[in-house]
């Protein structure tokens, strides 16, 4: 992307204030041209003298034969985090069709990459992905959005016994890994040089929204625990209608813990966070209500439903961490009582 040019002065279409020392440094006076260009972090960067872009980072994976799928994938998505945009992997040609799936499902499972460039043996992926149209508050509104359907619908396809709800809901799973490794890589972009001091709050910013989107994860991960429970629960009798009204009371009040947390931290809201957390204590009313009606359940069925009890419950407590981490957002940029 080029430049776009900013007047310093004059009938200018933007307005801009910089430092008078950096301007003076760089011999700049009344009308010259500023060259300003929009960084893979969304932040900006403002050059007296037009130049070419940096070039872009490049990651080169050696495979020697004994990788295996797994350990090349967590190197590719490694290198896509800290911020690399090409990723060129080498390779014996007798391993060329491995790497290629390998580097294909990699492609898959993250937001922007593509295959740019292929050898009899090397391939070199791209990140195509622009943060500044995907930022990491987007992220999180869709990873809570994701999460908050996948617990609903996890509790309605072990009610219904529907093996295609149950496996929709493990699928939904792979979106909200996506969009936290977008998170991720943000993060590591925002922190990849030392900033100035009025780039620290952003930075700050980011980084709660790094914790945010693991603790979104890991919702996401309790509401794929439920749904794997289906097998374990499509025969079993006794879980009459008041069963099913408890466990959709407690699904009710995790969501509604969740919800109350993310739109406290939308609105920067700290009553609504703190009165997220309280209502942890009602929820966990809940739970142990719920335990101790499976605890007279045996086998497989006590441990799948055990499963249910646990993960409607360790939702809400990650749903009271977001609030908590809201709280010290919300403290960072209030600029109130500063």
């Given at each position: 992307m080029e430049g776009r040019k900013l007047q310093l002065a004059g009938k200018s279409t933007f307005l801009v204030s910089l430092p008078k020392r950096w301007?003076?440094?760089?011999?700049?006076?009344?009308?010259?041209?500023?060259?300003?260009?929009?960084?893979?972090?969304?932040?900006?960067?403002?050059?007296?003298?037009?130049?070419?872009?940096?070039?872009?980072?490049?990651?080169?994976?050696?495979?020697?034969?004994e990788e295996s799928r797994d350990h090349l994938i967590r190197k590719m998505i490694g290198a896509y985090v800290t911020g690399f945009g090409l990723i060129d992997i080498r390779f014996s040609p007798d391993r060329g069709p491995f790497v290629r799936r390998t580097a294909r499902e990699f492609c898959r499972l993250v937001i922007g990459p593509e295959v740019i460039e292929e050898t009899r043996n090397s391939i070199v992926v791209q990140d195509l992905s622009d943060p500044t149209e995907l930022s990491s508050e987007k992220c999180l509104r869709r990873m809570h959005l994701t999460v908050r359907t996948m617990l609903e619908d996890a509790i309605l396809a072990i009610k219904t016994s529907d093996e295609s709800l149950a496996h929709d809901v493990s699928l939904r799973g792979q979106d909200v890994n996506r969009l936290y490794w977008m998170v991720a890589k943000q993060y590591h972009l925002a922190h990849s040089a030392p900033l100035p001091a009025s780039d620290r709050t952003t930075a700050a910013v980011i980084h709660g929204h790094r914790l945010i989107g693991k603790i979104l994860e890991r919702i996401g991960y309790h509401a794929q625990r439920i749904a794997s429970t289906l097998p374990a629960l499509s025969g079993a009798k006794g879980l009459d209608s008041k069963f099913w009204k408890e466990v959709d009371d407690a699904r009710g009040s995790a969501v509604g813990i969740l919800d109350q947390a993310f739109n406290s931290l939308v609105t920067r809201d700290i009553e609504g966070a703190n009165s997220a957390i309280d209502h942890r204590a009602d929820h966990q009313r809940l739970v142990d209500a719920l335990a101790a009606r499976v605890s007279t359940r045996k086998g497989e069925e006590l441990l799948a439903l055990g499963a249910v009890v646990d993960s409607l419950g360790r939702t809400a407590v990650y749903a009271a961490e977001i609030a908590e981490e809201t709280i010290d957002l919300a403290v960072l940029t209030n600029t109130e009582d500063s």
């Open positions: 301007v003076t440094n760089a011999g700049l006076k009344a009308g010259d041209t500023l060259f300003v260009d929009t960084e893979s972090d969304g932040s900006v960067s403002v050059r007296p003298r037009s130049g070419e872009r940096p070039q872009i980072r490049r990651k080169i994976f050696v495979e020697k034969g």
